[in-house]
């Protein structure tokens, strides 16, 4: 466990620390803003592609493999992005890190299903927690200190050395917990999920991104090309003797409960966690360093108690962390969409802290549950659909995100008399903020009121794999 987090921690650190670089990357490689976005788009339409195949892989490779072959990629791909001369060095050392990251996540979340016994999974499953949440929120941090200081090269040779430790230490410890199945390999299903899953990612990360949004034939295209391709695929998979990705977890309701949990908070962070940051440096005119210091707080206490969660869900089941964190993560939101050029930095800061201690009792609590309620055979396929979907969810929330800040900045500056001035630029940003703050509350209203389906599962012993 301990490799596959240190590795999983690298690898999320540096997938945000670039996001920082970005403005940086702009003027070195002399490129626009669509461009440079390429470096985030890459990164997510790798994960979205390869995310779905993770279930067939753990039945055909070992966990010592998969696991040499993410950390390889991974290794390979932070070198060339540390020794990156140009924009195009950089955008292939992005695919093999999304290659090493879709590859080592769902072999985490498997892993811990096999080795560790439904009454202490919680814990376990809270440490994953540590990464997903931490690693990315220091990102920012640490990448605004490094190119205030040194070059945004450093940011991936700092991550080199702990990559490299992380294989070593899986080199001697790792030991193969799945149990190889070999099922039959189907093209069609692979280039149906790879169209499908590719062209829903790709169709809303470019909603995000340019000028035409939602209106762009390009993004209009992929969604619906990428929905046909997976209707098509989802119907192959219901009449397959032995599916790449086994739907029958949704015959689990806790696994549907669960996931609906995930994908509400993917929604709920990552429309938050783009939004706040644009603010700070726009609205408030601090600099990229002092706003990623200010979100610091929030994130690092979300990675810390993410452990102590799972601890507790182990003891008391997931309704009495799920229903309370979604209550306060909307009642932050509430009071995030009133936030003005007038609140304080400690108020933010603050409302920020609450925010994500929500999300800490909601994640992995619910993800957990859901997790546990699927038979042994079902764990692969289990944390496929939830990884893939939630990189689905992470694509829609940044698209709207942005979308609903664009229009509510053009609201505002159409009806302003003086549309050029920095006062008014900032009021839209506010505007736009507020708007934003409040689609992630109603999103968190539809959650809480999911929530109150959810029941503890008992695993029964009799059902375990024999590796027990």
């Not at 195009?88 to 892993?111: C, D, H, K, S, Y």
């Not at 119907?235 to 609906?260: A, D, H, S, T, W």
């Not at 993917?266 to 966690?273: A, D």
């Not at 944390?383 to 992470?394: D, S």
């Amino acid at each position: 466990m301990a490799s596959l987090l240190i590795c999983g921690f690298v690898g999320m650190f540096s997938e945000t620390a670039l996001n920082i670089a970005i403005s940086n990357l702009m003027d070195v490689f002399q490129i626009s803003a669509a461009t440079a976005q390429w470096l985030t788009t890459g990164f997510l339409l790798t994960l979205g592609i390869l995310m779905p195949m993770t279930g067939l892989l753990m039945q055909w490779f070992t966990t010592r493999q998969l696991f040499i072959v993410s950390l390889a990629s991974s290794i390979i791909g932070t070198l060339i992005a540390a020794l990156a001369f140009n924009f195009e060095m950089l955008m292939v050392a992005r695919v093999l890190q999304a290659v090493g990251m879709g590859l080592l996540i769902p072999l985490m979340f498997n892993t811990i299903l096999i080795v560790y016994p439904p009454e202490k999974r919680g814990a376990a499953m809270g440490f994953v927690g540590l990464v997903i949440m931490f690693a990315p929120a220091t990102g920012p941090t640490v990448a605004g200190l490094v190119i205030e200081y040194l070059t945004w090269h450093y940011i991936f040779w700092l991550s080199l050395p702990f990559l490299v430790i992380g294989l070593l230490v899986g080199l001697k410890y790792l030991e193969n917990v799945n149990e190889l199945s070999k099922p039959r390999i189907d093209l069609l299903s692979i280039v149906l999920s790879t169209i499908g899953f590719g062209g829903v990612v790709f169709g809303f990360s470019k909603a995000g991104e340019g000028e035409a949004g939602w209106a762009s034939t390009v993004v209009v295209a992929s969604i619906v090309i990428g929905l046909v391709a997976l209707v098509l695929f989802v119907l192959r998979q219901i009449f397959m003797r032995e599916p790449m990705m086994n739907l029958r977890v949704f015959k689990y309701p806790m696994f549907i409960v669960g996931l609906l949990m995930v994908l509400s908070c993917m929604m709920i962070i990552l429309s938050s966690m783009i939004i706040l940051p644009m603010y700070l440096q726009n609205g408030m005119s601090l600099s990229a360093f002092a706003a990623g210091l200010m979100l610091l707080p929030g994130s690092a206490l979300n990675g810390i108690l993410s452990p102590q969660m799972g601890r507790l869900f182990d003891k008391y089941g997931p309704k009495w962390l799920v229903i309370p964190g979604l209550f306060i993560v909307a009642v932050m939101l509430w009071f995030f969409s009133g936030i003005t050029l007038a609140s304080s930095i400690t108020l933010i800061v603050t409302l920020h802290i609450g925010l994500m201690v929500g999300i800490s009792m909601v994640w992995m609590p619910s993800q957990t549950n859901g997790l546990n309620q699927l038979p042994p055979e079902l764990y692969p396929h289990g944390t496929a659909v939830m990884n893939t979907l939630q990189q689905v969810a992470g694509a829609i929330g940044t698209a709207v995100a942005i979308s609903i800040l664009t229009k509510g900045m053009e609201k505002y500056l159409h009806n302003s008399p003086a549309p050029n001035e920095l006062t008014e630029m900032a009021n839209a940003m506010t505007l736009g903020s507020q708007n934003v703050f409040f689609f992630a509350m109603i999103v968190t209203i539809i959650g809480l009121v999911i929530a109150f389906f959810i029941r503890r599962v008992v695993v029964k012993r009799a059902a375990m794999s024999p590796m027990h």
